[in-house]
Each structure stands twice: as structure tokens, then as C-alpha cells.
């Protein structure tokens, strides 16, 4: 936003619960606070989500977010979301969503190009997007989540879409009708802070005496990854390994069903919230798939990714490497995986031995460009706003 707003006339329209990027040129807009539009707008999303579902030939129960749904929400959604029916709901969604305030807003400013964020379910994003396009304005959307185009729906196309590497461009025209034309592949703005770090750029050491930290990232849906953490915890005392491991919980835990009740003996809970100290103390990651090993990745350190079923809670977690940006990332292979609980020591083992290996370390850093694109020739902003000035003319 900063070089947009240096080189060009930029109004930020926000809701007002967002408090950054306050200038003379942000307005502060409430789209929609009627619990009844709320309500029909997350019917939309899901009803968009089990769509996409269909189209790729997932079953919404293997999908965490459908089977959070009660039977009957869950069956009417798998129905609506038939060809047969699916086009008289967008068409209700078409005429229902519309926003006056946004579109009075629109017209007010009269802007040469409208720029949204993709990120979950923002329905403030598509409403300007709706509204911008019925006003015959053009439209640009930055994607936000790694997982959008897998799990999060879409509901209407931009001008011009900006996606994170070619994992994301591939989903994109595999997964939705939209033309090849439209996909312009940018990389990520949140990871550009490490690309020009200097401990990015820095020679990398191999680390001869074999002594580890490794970080154990979770996830926020439902896994006994304690039971996990454990097992690794007694295999580095049982095997007298120089290796000390950290866990960091999701923010958004799932409340878990058990709890180890013995101690750890090699393993420090991290209660901190400075990231970048895990992302330089850690020599590597175990997590049960979280986005933490793209960061990971960037900086050269390996990661075992963990797709076991906890046999305690209802949702089988192994399915989610049948996710598209999950299954396209263990393609690449360069991420150590585990899919059956028996042979989880045996691969940290293994992965132990990866951690002192540079020539793996550059093949990591180099496949990663596959899932995020980055260049230490420019930045992010600057290829964002290279595109628009060719695209739209700004």
C-alpha cells in the first residue's frame, strides 16, 4: 500500500474494526452488520466451497470444514451443490449479495481500478469486487491464503489475479473456469522479510557436532499431536540423541481430547509470540501440515510433514494431503512426509541425517520457488505494481 500510495492516488476503503494504514485517503466503511445477510452469506460460501468439491471430485467429508456441518446442512449443501441446482443459487446470489454502500462508495470515488485481497471468507473483498464489476470498473485480487483455492471457495472472478508460484497458477486453471489470461503469478508479500534478511542471504554452515533444535508446529484442527510429540520425545532419550525439540501450539488450537500426562524430557513448550526467534533457532520442523514449512523452506531448513489418524478424535487427519496445495507440495519431493504412525521414528531419523546435508538445503530453497515465487531482484510491491501499470494503466 505504501508504493502504491507514493505512485498513485490511492483511497483505502476499510472496515472500521481494521486499524492500520490510517491516512488522509482511508475511509472507513461498514458494509453489513444485519445478522440475517450474514447468515445467507455464509450459506454462500459453503455453498461455493461444496461446488468446488464437486468439480475436483473430493468427497465434502473429507474436507475439515463440510464435516463440521450437521447432517441435514451437510446433505442440503451436497444437493444444492449439483449442476442441476447449482445455478438457480448463484443466480439468487448474484441478485442477493449486492452492497449499496460499497456501490455508492464506488460511484462516489470513481476509481480507475479497484484492488481486493483473497483471504478466507471476506465477503468485504467480493462486495467491492460484485459492485466494482457492475460498475464496468476493473478489479485486481491478491490472494492471501496458501490454501484458498483448495478449501476456501470462489465466488466471482477478478480482472486480474495475482497468485503466490506455479502450485497456485496450476490450481487455479485446473480447479476454476477462469482464463489463463487473468493468472499472474507474484509470489507472497509476508515472505519478502525473509528473502531480504541478511540471515537469508547468508552462507549456509553445516553444523558438524549434529546438535538440533527443532520446532513442532500444530495445527488448528482436531489431532493428538501430543501423543506425537511424545513418541519423539522418548525416542531422542531412548536413543541418546543431541537434539532438543520446541512446541509451539496453533493459536486456534482444537481443544484436545487428551493430554500426555508424563513428562517431556527433551522438549520446551514455546510460550513466546516473536517469531522470527523460532524461525532462527530452529534447525528444522515437524508439524502436522502447517503453512510454517514454506517459511521454513525459504531460509533452507527441512521440514517432515505428519499425515497419521490419532485413532481418538472423529476427523481422520491423513485426509488432508487429499488437499490440492497439500498434494501438489509433496510432489515436488523435497518434503519429508510421514503417513503411518509405525514408521514415524524411522523417518525422524532419517530426517535427523537431512539436517546437516547443505547440498539439500539449496535443493529446498530452490523447489520452494515452485510453491512461492520471489526474486532478490525486487520486491513483491514492485512487480505488483509493474503488472497493474502494463494491465490497467495506473
Known amino acids: 500500500m505504501d508504493k502504491l500510495s507514493a505512485e498513485s492516488d490511492l483511497i483505502f476503503f476499510r472496515s472500521p474494526d481494521v486499524d492500520f494504514f490510517k491516512n488522509s485517503k482511508s475511509i472507513d466503511l461498514n458494509l453489513a452488520n444485519n445478522k440475517t445477510v450474514s447468515r445467507f452469506d455464509i450459506f454462500f460460501w459453503y455453498f461455493y466451497l461444496f461446488v468446488h468439491l464437486r468439480r475436483v471430485g473430493v468427497q465434502p467429508e473429507k474436507s475439515f470444514k463440510a464435516a463440521q456441518l450437521n447432517i441435514f446442512v451437510f446433505s442440503l449443501f451436497r444437493v444444492i451443490s449439483n449442476p442441476i441446482f447449482s445455478w438457480i443459487i448463484k443466480i439468487i446470489d448474484y441478485f442477493w ?32 469486487i460484485r459492485e466494482a464489476k457492475a460498475l464496468n470498473i476493473p478489479c485486481a485480487m491478491i490472494v492471501s491464503h496458501w490454501d484458498y483455492f483448495s478449501k476456501k471457495g470462489l465466488r466471482i472472478i477478478p480482472d486480474r489475479l495475482y497468485v503466490w508460484g506455479n502450485d497456485m497458477y496450476r490450481t487455479v486453471l485446473k480447479t476454476h473456469i477462469i482464463p489463463k489470461k487473468k493468472v499472474c503469478i507474484i509470489g507472497a508479500p509476508h515472505f519478502d522479510r525473509y528473502i531480504s534478511s541478511p540471515y537469508f542471504n547468508s552462507p549456509i554452515i553445516s553444523k558438524v557436532d549434529h546438535k538440533f533444535t527443532i520446532l513442532f508446529a500444530g495445527t488448528s484442527v ?5 501423543s506425537v510429540l511424545f513418541k519423539l ?28 500426562t508424563h513428562p517431556y524430557k527433551h522438549t520446551k513448550f514455546f510460550d513466546g509470540t516473536d517469531y522470527d526467534q523460532l524461525l532462527l533457532l530452529a534447525d528444522g520442523l515437524i ?37 490440492e496445495h497439500i498434494k501438489m507440495l509433496i510432489e515436488h519431493n523435497w518434503l519429508n512426509v510421514c503417513k503411518e504412525n509405525d514408521k514415524l521414528e524411522g523417518l525422524f531419523e532419517r530426517f ?14 530452490l523447489k520452494v520457488k515452485n ?24
Do not use: C
Not at 476427523?315 to 494431503?321: G, I
Not at 526474486?375 to 514492485?382: G, R
Open 352 to 365: 535427523l541425517e537431512k539436517l546437516a546435508d547443505l547440498n539439500y538445503t539449496r535443493h529446498i530453497k
Open 97 to 128: 449479495s449486492r452492497n449499496k454502500i460499497a456501490h455508492f462508495a464506488l460511484q462516489r470515488q470513481s476509481p480507475d481500478l479497484v484492488i481486493a485481497p483473497a483471504s478466507a471468507m471476506d465477503t468485504y473483498s467480493y462486495y467491492f
Open 287 to 323: 508439524t502436522p501440515f502447517s503453512s510454517m514449512i514454506l517459511e521454513f523452506a525459504l531460509i533452507g531448513k527441512p521440514s517432515l510433514a505428519i499425515f497419521i489418524n490419532d485413532n481418538l478424535n472423529d476427523w481422520k487427519f491423513s485426509e488432508m494431503k487429499s488437499e
Open 222 to 226: 482436531p489431532f493428538d499431536e501430543e
Open 233 to 260: 520425545d522418548e525416542y531422542i532419550e531412548t536413543n541418546k540423541l543431541n537434539v532438543s525439540l520446541i512446541y509451539k501450539p496453533h493459536p486456534r488450537a482444537w481443544n484436545r481430547k487428551s493430554k500426555v
Open 371 to 394: 510453491t512461492v515465487f520471489y526474486s532478490k531482484a525486487n520486491s513483491f510491491s514492485e512487480r505488483l505494481y509493474e503488472d497493474l501499470s502494463v494491465n490497467f494503466k495506473i
